[in-house]
């Protein structure tokens, strides 16, 4: 699946970038500030005005090479800028995903249980609502409440003070991860973590909102649908506890959609982080692509692009290697 | 890959349904009864009302009133409805009633005593009013026009996938793989990125990752439904591939496919919002939902110490968004609800 995705989105990329200029294209082969003044140079030397198959081959060349051209947003080499921002971000996403599968997953199972009970009434019009909230609205609500109001959490990654205490050799701190709050642990700085934690409290909120009003809500109906099965029902009248039942025999059932649904949940995270990190100016890969795509910076979004679609291969594969986790009747041969 | 992922809304669509006159009186009656299907529907009709008598509830610009043909003297005519230009504002608005009214070019926001105007001003003068009702026509063409895009598309190519199967339909469901497996904001970053900002574009965008989903639930709906023995029967009396995809398996095979596209409304004019929102929208002041927001954005903090001061330039754009998706969520909500025999 991984070659076939591959394949198939840069040759789209090249088929679409095809309809710009080539001094347009040109710029996602400039590795440099100097290189962009003799850019018909580099139009020649890149053989941009060739047929598309052979700018195609050559491209993919480059990118197996890891040279995916010059970021005029981040003034750096596009894949120095991804491997720099991927574990901020990633940091995001993982402490999102949390919240957003237990939330989900515990409150699809109690609603399913007290089936049209006012647990069910509340749980459904909750996700309903979450699920319908936009995430830049939900984000911009935030951001008035909890920072301009309450002054509880600001944008940003860490505060200036905390910034200026890691900024340079001479602090002492050692990044391992990119991740700041492994990295400050590493260090043993618990200002550090505190501070980096108070501020990621907005964007995963927001993150999760929208997400587990998903979960919850294919939780709900796949929990219902696996609860009037026959196997539930020769469970009960085997006398087992109702707990064991529902819990054992019915759950375990109803969590394989929620499983495939868990690839749209990175898919989800990955549009989200865009958003968010834009409205709670964090410096993740989302902030970068956002701002590269109104500059038109194509390079940076090509990556931005490849980058996220290898991503969401690799977890798509996790996701099928965790149904057979779940469920040994799904095994691969 | 083994199994096709489907979409998150393809996930809880009903495997099946019947489609007997008393299935369907019972359908009915489960809608009416179900109290937020009820809600959804009600909001649905506002908005449809909202969209449609734009023009009549706002103060239209002078460009619009000229493209209307109205002139100083005639100028209220289009809010009387034995006038012609009453009936040309409606149904075939100028374009020049798109862009948005603007009470004078201050980059700050005025209250709506302040500007005389329904909810005051965002950034730019542009009046926020004006932008939500007109945008409301805004988001129903981009909602139907894309979904409607998809689904034809969906259905066609799932359709034909399905019955002819082989090569044709294994080369088909790997490039849905594919389309299915991009993040829908990413893709339409690059796509508006390379063709241009423009409410057009934004739709092709939307529409390029929206069809797989379709495609794929119409090609199992046709999977099913090419083994039951009705199509067999047509089959037999010799009826052309065509005619029975057309006849036979189609009109079986939609129910779930339209629950996919009402819950699909929704999401799409999140996503197109979205892209506004980012900078990638409609041409600056096009009455467009997301671009109002995106007008908030260096407003949304009001000013030093007092952070409501200009609540109104992010919480009516944000509001009306929400509303609108969630009417659609609520009625798609339902419908799933009604026509899956499962919950019965």
């Known amino acids: 699946m991984l070659p076939v995705v591959f394949v198939g989105v840069t040759l789209a990329i090249v088929l679409l970038m095809q309809l710009l200029s080539p001094y347009q294209r040109a710029a996602a082969y400039v590795q440099s500030e100097q290189q962009i003044r003799n850019i018909d140079a580099i139009i020649k030397e890149f053989g941009l005005e060739d047929p598309w198959y052979q700018q195609y081959s050559r491209w993919v060349g480059q990118v197996f090479k890891g040279n995916l051209?010059?970021?005029?947003?981040?003034?750096?080499?596009?894949?120095?800028?991804?491997?720099?921002?991927?574990?901020?971000?990633?940091?995001?996403?993982?402490?999102?995903?949390?919240?957003?599968?237990?939330?989900?997953?515990?409150?699809?199972?109690?609603a399913a249980l007290n089936r049209d009970k006012a647990v069910d009434q509340i749980t459904r019009v909750v996700s309903i609502v979450g699920w319908s909230l936009p995430t830049f609205v939900l984000g911009?609500?935030?951001?008035?409440?909890?920072?301009?109001?309450?002054?509880?959490?600001?944008?940003?990654?860490?505060?200036?003070?905390?910034?200026?205490?890691?900024?340079?050799?001479?602090?002492?701190?050692?990044?391992?991860?990119?991740?700041?709050?492994?990295?400050?642990?590493?260090?043993?700085?618990?200002?550090?973590?505190?501070?980096?934690?108070?501020?990621?409290?907005?964007?995963?909120?927001?993150?999760?909102?929208?997400?587990?009003?998903?979960?919850?809500?294919?939780?709900?109906?796949?929990?219902?649908?696996?609860?009037?099965?026959?196997?539930?029902?020769?469970?009960?009248?085997?006398?087992?506890?109702?707990?064991?039942?529902?819990?054992?025999?019915?759950?375990?059932?109803?969590?394989?959609?929620?499983?495939?649904?868990?690839?749209?949940?990175?898919?989800?995270?990955?549009?989200?982080?865009?958003?968010?990190?834009?409205?709670?100016?964090?410096?993740?890969?989302?902030?970068?692509?956002?701002?590269?795509?109104?500059?038109?910076?194509?390079?940076?979004?090509?990556?931005?692009?490849?980058?996220?679609?290898?991503?969401?291969?690799?977890?798509?594969?996790?996701?099928?290697?965790?149904?057979?986790?779940?469920?040994?009747?799904?095994?691969?041969? | 890959m083994t199994e096709a992922p489907a979409t998150p809304a393809a996930l809880e669509a009903p495997d099946h349904q019947l489609d007997t006159p008393a299935r369907k009186g019972k359908a009915w009656k489960r809608f009416r009864r179900n109290p937020l299907a009820i809600v959804g529907l009600v909001m649905l009709v506002a908005f449809v009302l909202?969209?449609?008598?734009?023009?009549?509830?706002?103060?239209l610009p002078r460009s619009c009133l000229r493209d209307l043909g109205l002139t100083a003297a005639t100028q209220h005519d289009y809010r009387n409805p034995v006038k012609p230009a009453f009936w040309r504002a409606i149904l075939v608005p100028p374009k020049s009633c798109f862009t948005i009214a603007r009470v004078g070019f201050s980059s700050q926001p005025g209250s709506a005593a302040s500007t005389g105007t329904v909810l005051g001003t965002t950034s730019g003068?542009?009046?926020?009013?004006?932008?939500?009702?007109?945008?409301?026509?805004?988001?129903?063409?981009?909602?139907?026009?894309?979904?409607?895009?998809?689904?034809?598309?969906?259905?066609?190519?799932?359709?034909?996938?399905?019955?002819?199967?082989?090569?044709?339909?294994?080369?088909?469901?790997?490039?849905?793989?594919?389309?299915?497996?991009?993040?829908?904001?990413?893709?339409?970053?690059?796509?508006?990125?390379?063709?241009?900002?423009?409410?057009?574009?934004?739709?092709?965008?939307?529409?390029?990752?929206?069809?797989?989903?379709?495609?794929r639930l119409m090609r199992g709906e046709v999977l099913r439904i090419k083994e039951e023995e009705y199509v067999a029967g047509a089959r037999a009396i010799g009826r052309r591939p065509l005619g029975i995809i057309a006849r036979h398996v189609l009109p079986n095979a939609i129910g779930p496919i339209v629950i996919v596209a009402s819950l699909d409304i929704g999401s799409v004019v999140l996503t197109a919002a979205a892209l506004s929102f980012l900078g990638l929208g409609a041409e600056i002041g096009y009455a467009d939902w997301g671009q109002m927001i995106s007008f908030a954005r260096d407003w949304i903090l009001g000013l030093p110490g007092q952070p409501f001061h200009f609540w109104y330039v992010s919480f009516w754009p944000g509001l009306i968004i929400l509303l609108f998706v969630l009417a659609w969520n609520l009625l798609g909500d339902a419908f799933r609800d009604v026509l899956d025999p499962r919950t019965e």
Not at chain 2, 50 to 59: D, H, K, N, R, W
Not at chain 2, 150 to 170: R, T
């Open chain 1, 69 to 110: 051209g010059y970021s005029r947003t981040s003034r750096e080499p596009v894949l120095t800028t991804l491997k720099k921002r991927f574990p901020v971000t990633l940091e995001l996403a993982l402490l999102a995903i949390a919240p957003v599968l237990g939330v989900g997953i515990s409150m699809g199972t109690a």
């Open chain 1, 140 to 333: 911009i609500w935030l951001l008035v409440i909890f920072y301009g109001w309450l002054g509880w959490f600001q944008p940003g990654r860490v505060s200036t003070a905390t910034a200026v205490s890691l900024a340079g050799t001479s602090s002492g701190f050692a990044s391992y991860t990119g991740m700041l709050l492994i990295d400050s642990i590493l260090n043993w700085r618990w200002n550090v973590f505190w501070d980096a934690l108070r501020h990621m409290v907005l964007p995963v909120v927001t993150l999760a909102v929208v997400l587990s009003a998903q979960i919850m809500r294919v939780m709900r109906s796949s929990l219902l649908d696996a609860l009037g099965r026959d196997y539930v029902r020769t469970a009960r009248a085997k006398g087992l506890p109702e707990r064991v039942v529902t819990h054992k025999h019915a759950r375990r059932n109803a969590l394989i959609p929620v499983i495939t649904l868990s690839g749209f949940v990175l898919i989800g995270l990955i549009n989200g982080v865009v958003i968010t990190e834009t409205i709670f100016n964090y410096p993740g890969l989302g902030q970068w692509a956002a701002s590269a795509a109104v500059n038109l910076d194509y390079a940076s979004v090509l990556g931005f692009a490849i980058f996220t679609a290898m991503m969401v291969v690799l977890a798509n594969l996790l996701v099928d290697v965790l149904y057979g986790v779940v469920d040994p009747r799904i095994r691969y041969e």
């Open chain 2, 50 to 59: 909202l969209g449609a008598f734009a023009p009549v509830i706002t103060e």
């Open chain 2, 125 to 215: 003068g542009y009046d926020i009013f004006y932008g939500l009702a007109w945008g409301t026509r805004t988001a129903f063409k981009v909602g139907l026009i894309v979904v409607g895009l998809a689904f034809l598309v969906g259905v066609f190519v799932g359709s034909l996938s399905g019955y002819v199967g082989g090569v044709l339909d294994n080369a088909v469901m790997r490039f849905t793989d594919i389309v299915i497996s991009l993040p829908s904001l990413v893709v339409a970053l690059v796509v508006v990125m390379v063709l241009g900002k423009s409410i057009e574009n934004i739709m092709l965008a939307i529409a390029v990752t929206a069809w797989p989903s379709y495609a």
